[in-house]
C-alpha cells in the first residue's frame, strides 16, 4: 500500500485516516447482522465508578442504538449500597455471594439503585444524546419473584429479601426497545406481596436476555474475561461443551464459574452470543461488538459465523 505519511491539520497523517476508515470496514458486517437485533448490557463493575469509563460507556450505548441495534441496560449498585449503609453504621453479613438484606437493608438498597444509581446512568446516556427511560422490576410487575433462600450445607438459609426470579414481563421493554428509547433497568423485584426483593444484576440481564429474545448479553466486568488459569491466556470464543469441559478439568475457577453458568442458562433459553468483557478498557463495548477478535470472551452453542470472513 502507498504510504500516505503527509501530515495533515491536526498532525494526523492520511495514513491514519486510512486506519479509521479500516475499522469502519470492520465494523460493517457486525452492523449488519445486528441491526434491528436487542443487545442487553449488564453494567457494572468500575465502568460505574471511574468518570472517564462512565462516559466511555454511556456513547458506546448510545452509538449502538443510532446505527439500528436495541440496547437495554441492566444495573448493579454494590459499592453505592455499601456506601449508604456505612453512613448509617450498617454492616452486611454475606452469604454465598449474596447480602443478607433486612427491611432496612432494602429500603436503603432501593433508594439507591433506583432513586439514585439508576437516575444517573439514564441522565449520562441522554447526555450523550441518548433517550433513555429508567425502571426497575417493580414497574408494571416488569420483574416478578419469590424470595430465595440459600442453600447452605444442605440446609436453605433466609437472607432476607433477596429475590428469586419467576417472571419477565417485557411487553413494556420491546415497546420501548424497538422504538427511539434506551430503557435502563434497576434490579429490584417484586413478590406476590407486593415487597420488593433485591436480585443480583448478573441474574436479572439474563433473564431480561432471555424473555426478549436478546441476539446478545453482554457482561461487563473488572476481568479480562474468561481465562485458563493454567496458562493465564484469555479464551476469545467457547462453545457451552467447552466451557463445561473447562469447569471439570479445574481450568474456569472461582467468580467465574457464576458468570459462566449465568450466561450458558441465557444461552439455553434463547440468547445467541453472551460475552464477558473488561469495562475497565474504554470503549469495550465497541471493540467486542464490532472487531473480528474482540477484547473479552464469548460463549455461543455452537461457532457459527455471521458472516463467512468471521474469526471464530
Known amino acids: 500500500m502507498q504510504d500516505f505519511d503527509q501530515v495533515l491539520t491536526g498532525g494526523q497523517t492520511i495514513n491514519d485516516i486510512i486506519k479509521k476508515a479500516e475499522i469502519l470496514n470492520e465494523a460493517l458486517p457486525y452492523i449488519q447482522s445486528l441491526s434491528g437485533k436487542t443487545v442487553v448490557i449488564?453494567?457494572?463493575?468500575?465502568?460505574?465508578?471511574?468518570?472517564?469509563?462512565?462516559?466511555?460507556?454511556?456513547?458506546?450505548?448510545?452509538?449502538?442504538?443510532?446505527?439500528?441495534i436495541n440496547p437495554v441496560v441492566v444495573h448493579g449498585g454494590g459499592p453505592e449500597i455499601n456506601r449508604a449503609l456505612q453512613q448509617y453504621d450498617v454492616k452486611s453479613d454475606w452469604v454465598n455471594g449474596l447480602r443478607v438484606t433486612d427491611k432496612f437493608t432494602m429500603e436503603i438498597a432501593q433508594m439507591v439503585l433506583m432513586g439514585k444509581t439508576n437516575k444517573q446512568i439514564v441522565s449520562g446516556i441522554n447526555a450523550k444524546g441518548g433517550k433513555a427511560l429508567g425502571f426497575c422490576g417493580i414497574d408494571g410487575k416488569l420483574i416478578e419473584c419469590k424470595k430465595h433462600y440459600e442453600e447452605v450445607d444442605g440446609e436453605l438459609v433466609d437472607i432476607g429479601y433477596v429475590g428469586e426470579i419467576t417472571k419477565v414481563n417485557t411487553d413494556m421493554l420491546k415497546i420501548v426497545a424497538q422504538d427511539a428509547y434506551i430503557p435502563v433497568i434497576a434490579p429490584i423485584g417484586i413478590g406476590p406481596d407486593g415487597e420488593s426483593y433485591n436480585i443480583n444484576a448478573d441474574t436479572v440481564a439474563g433473564e431480561i436476555a432471555a424473555s426478549l429474545g436478546a441476539e446478545k448479553l453482554i457482561l461487563l466486568t473488572d476481568t479480562e474475561g474468561i481465562k485458563n488459569t493454567i496458562t493465564n491466556e484469555l479464551l476469545y470464543v467457547l462453545t457451552i461443551d467447552e466451557v463445561h469441559k473447562l469447569i471439570d478439568e479445574g481450568i474456569i475457577t472461582g467468580g467465574m464459574i457464576p458468570k459462566v453458568l449465568g450466561c450458558i442458562d441465557a444461552i439455553n433459553k434463547g440468547v445467541n452470543?453472551?460475552?464477558?468483557?473488561?469495562?475497565?478498557?474504554?470503549?469495550?463495548?465497541?471493540?467486542?461488538?464490532?472487531?473480528?477478535?474482540?477484547?473479552?470472551?464469548?460463549?455461543?452453542?455452537?461457532?457459527?459465523?455471521?458472516?463467512?470472513?468471521?474469526?471464530?
Open 273 to 312: 452470543r453472551t460475552h464477558i468483557i473488561d469495562g475497565r478498557i474504554p470503549h469495550c463495548l465497541l471493540m467486542e461488538i464490532f472487531t473480528n477478535k474482540g477484547i473479552g470472551s464469548m460463549i455461543m452453542k455452537e461457532k457459527v459465523r455471521y458472516f463467512e470472513q468471521e474469526n471464530i
Open 42 to 68: 449488564k453494567y457494572g463493575g468500575n465502568a460505574m465508578i471511574n468518570e472517564d469509563l462512565k462516559n466511555s460507556v454511556m456513547k458506546d450505548i448510545v452509538l449502538l442504538k443510532f446505527i439500528g
